[in-house]
């Protein structure tokens, strides 16, 4: 059974930190790019952060280019995204997304998202 869950969302005041992880079973991490995506309320998904299959490449929204940083452990299928210098315009609920690559073209897993909500 396929299963991302992420975990690490929350409040946070602006100029805040927070590390959102993900965690994967049920499919062959190492052949899958995984992603960060955020959703605002009315406003449409977004990317915002991707790392290949082996971490050799990390690609990043221009909106969090700086602050955020992902990374990924394929010894324990996990995927982070460390947020810093957190603003208001970050608020939005953050899903974890694998895409398969090689004899995994075309698959796709979503997880079903954690909150990140930044406010004084």
């Known amino acids: 059974q396929v299963q991302l869950v992420e975990s690490g969302g929350g409040l946070v005041q602006p100029g805040g930190s927070l590390r959102l992880s993900c965690a994967a079973s049920g499919f062959t991490f190492s052949s899958y790019t995984m992603s960060w995506y955020r959703q605002a309320p009315g406003k449409e998904r977004e990317l915002v952060a991707r790392?290949?299959?082996?971490?050799?490449?990390?690609n990043y929204a221009d909106s969090v280019k700086g602050r955020f940083t992902i990374s990924r452990d394929n010894a324990k299928n996990t995927v982070a995204l460390q947020m810093h210098s957190l603003k208001p315009e970050d608020t939005a609920v953050y899903s974890c997304?694998?895409?398969?690559?090689?004899?995994?073209?075309?698959?796709?897993?979503w997880g079903q998202g954690t909150q990140v909500t930044v406010s004084s």
């Open positions: 790392i290949t299959s082996f971490g050799e490449t990390t």
């Open positions: 997304n694998a895409e398969g690559v090689r004899y995994y073209r075309g698959t796709y897993y």
